[in-house]
């Protein structure tokens, strides 16, 4: 694996006989379940095509993606533009009960083989809880009313994840334990995104 860009399985997850591991240990995050299937994983791979469309408008969150996208050969090799990544992309992500490790909405990281990002069904995206998908710092004002559940929390969340998964200039990999690292980077998506979230839907 060059550097520390992800790299896509191309593999093609578990749509075959194979199965994900019921529970995967890391540290003291416990996921089980990773799954695809189902009406949890419908409402993933919708709010992608929501996202992909809303991109291809063009702007300043597409830009912004697509800086990170162009410079990925990993991903350039497999697809001809950010759209297309897109259209692909829901093959990359599973849904999971992520528990431990303290408030998660998704993780991105192959932790469990084949699932590029992990989003958790006790978090934000599926509107577990009260209150905003995201802290922030410069733009926490604006961030504290994107609230789990809703289309843009799922799209912030996705977002999010796009940008550790295509390394957009600036954006910090390391944010699981490091809650500057993770302001900071709630901060980018807002600053680059958040036309795209609260556009007219
Ligand atoms: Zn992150």
Redesign the pocket.
Known sequence: MPGSVPVPDLSGAYGGSAQAPDIVQQGDITIKGASQWGPQHKVISDTVGGLKNALAGGGNCAAWLTQGFTANAEYTTYYGSLTEFLEDLPRYIAYADISGGGKIN?I?SNIVVGYNILINTNGAFFGAGEGAVATGDRYNDFLKNIRGGTVAGREFILL??I??LLNVPG???D??RNEG??KA??DAVWQNCGDLLMRQR
């Open positions: 998704a991105n999010h994840e940008g550790h954006f910090r990999s944010d699981l690292n993770h980077n709630n």
